[in-house]
Each structure stands twice: as structure tokens, then as C-alpha cells.
């Protein structure tokens, strides 16, 4: 479970305070994946790196009682020094995992080729996700953190093999995916939340969601 306790969060523009959360509660339960609509600007990528730890809240308390994921597309774990081989067998140790088994998997799955063994430094932005998406899938979580979806990738054979594998999470794990686009949420929660303002505005369905959503956004 991930538990968000009278959270607040906020930063200074320069010109204004920006309000991300206003003394937010609610819970992450483990077998309940939850989509969550915000506007582009409002705080979605601050949020899920404060259900993974990464960010701190001013106020209120954020309590996590189950293994939660790095969010996707996050690079701050990996090293761009090295190659993707290697950071692979590191962060495995880091979580107690074989490095044999998360090696194959990540160069199985995010099919570099040769480039699996060059420095990930030199890997385009599209590669680098496909690598960081192999890895969360390579590891064992109970909550996997999602902003904005799959990666973007012009790879028809990772998106196939990526789409199949995280559809199978979905029946054994639970997903937090953030977007402002509805559609991504559809293939991942029926459970909803919508961020705006600095409060999370929970429903049970999507649908019920997305109708908040579209009239604060459309008017």
C-alpha cells in the first residue's frame, strides 16, 4: 500500500507559488490499479515521484508498505558511464535479484543489440526508455509506477513484447499510471483520480473521471 497522509507540496516559480498537493489523502491499494487524469503543469510527474520516495512533501506524511517501482523513464538509478549490461547486473544486486536472469531479460526485451554492451550515454532518448522500461519489468514489485504510458518507441517488436508482458503484470500486480490523456488510462485502471488545483478528486470508474475532467479542461 502507498498512504498519503494530509500531503502537501508546492514550489516557487519565481513569479508564484505552484500548488502540486493541498493537504491530500488517500491510499494505493495493493490489487486496485488506479489511473490518474491531470493537465499538463500540474504536478503529474512531482506525484508519482513522491509515491516512489524520490521527492519529499512539505507537509503530511507519505507511508509505503509494499515494494513500489521506480517510475518509468526514470534515469536517475542508472549510470550513463556504463553499458546497459551492466547496470542491469548492478541494479539487480541493489533488490537481491540474479543478475544472470535481469541481464537476459533487459537485453532480451529492450533488443539493443550490440548497443546493450556500449556506455548508455551514447543511446537516443528512445533507447534509454526501452532500456529503463526493460528493467522495471525485470524486477519484482508489487506497485509499478507509471507517468504517461509506454515509452515512446517507433520498435514495433518491443512496443508488441513490452505490451504483452505488462498486460500480465496487470492480472498479478497493481499499476499507478498518471497522464492527461484518457485514453492511456483505459488500458491499465478502471479505478480513477483527477489532480487539479492541488486536490485529487477520486471516483470509482473512468468514466466518471473523465467526465470532471472534460469540463474543467473543455469547459
Known sequence: M??????????????????ILDHVSFQVTVGESIGILAPNGTGKTTLI?????????????????????????????????????????????????????????CRWLCGLGEYFDQPIGTYSSGMKARFTFSLMLALDFDIYLIDEGMPSSTDAEFNRKAGEILAERLRTTTIVIVSHQPAILEKF???????????LHQFDTLEEAKRLYDYETQG
Open 49 to 105: 515521484r513522491m509515491m516512489a520516495g524520490l521527492e519529499k512533501p512539505d507537509e503530511g506524511e507519505i507511508r509505503r508498505t509494499s515494494r513500489v517501482s521506480f517510475p518509468l523513464g526514470f534515469m536517475g538509478g542508472v549510470v550513463s558511464k556504463i553499458s546497459a549490461r551492466e547496470n542491469a547486473r548492478f541494479i539487480a544486486r541493489m533488490y537481491g535479484l540474479d543478475p544472470e536472469y535481469v541481464e537476459a531479460f
Open 189 to 199: 485502471a478502471r479505478k480513477a483520480a483527477v489532480l487539479m488545483d492541488g486536490k
Open 2 to 19: 502507498i498512504e498519503f497522509d494530509m500531503v502537501s507540496k508546492s514550489f516557487w516559480t519565481g513569479e508564484r507559488r505552484k500548488v
